[in-house]
């Protein structure tokens, strides 16, 4: 894949949202609040090109950057 950390990035973003949702419908109204740190860190992200979940996730590599980046792409 091309840029692997984009993909993993959307695929955290989005089983937060649905977990939210599942949690909020079944467990308690409150957790619908998990769906929305969710999209509102997804809107920041898309204006501050910073998201949070590049630091730990493995494809995004230790210092947050991408593998294009190391690779010197």
């Known amino acids: 894949m091309a840029n692997t950390c984009h993909f993993q990035v959307r695929r955290l973003g989005g ?8 949690l909020g419908v079944l467990v ?11 999209g509102v860190n997804l809107v920041q992200s898309s204006f501050t090109d910073f ?6 996730l493995p494809a995004c590599g230790a210092a947050g950057t ?7 792409d």
């Not at 089983?15 to 599942?22: A, D, H, K, Q, R």
């Not at 308690?28 to 969710?38: G, H, R, T």
């Not at 998201?51 to 730990?56: G, L, N, S, V, Y």
Request: hydrophobic letters at 55%; charged letters at 20%; aromatic letters at 12%.
């Open 15 to 22: 089983s937060v949202v649905l977990l939210g949702l599942l």
């Open 66 to 72: 991408d593998e294009s980046e190391l690779a010197g």
């Open 51 to 56: 998201c949070p979940a590049e630091r730990f």
């Open 28 to 38: 308690d109204p409150w957790f619908l609040a998990l769906s929305a740190f969710a």
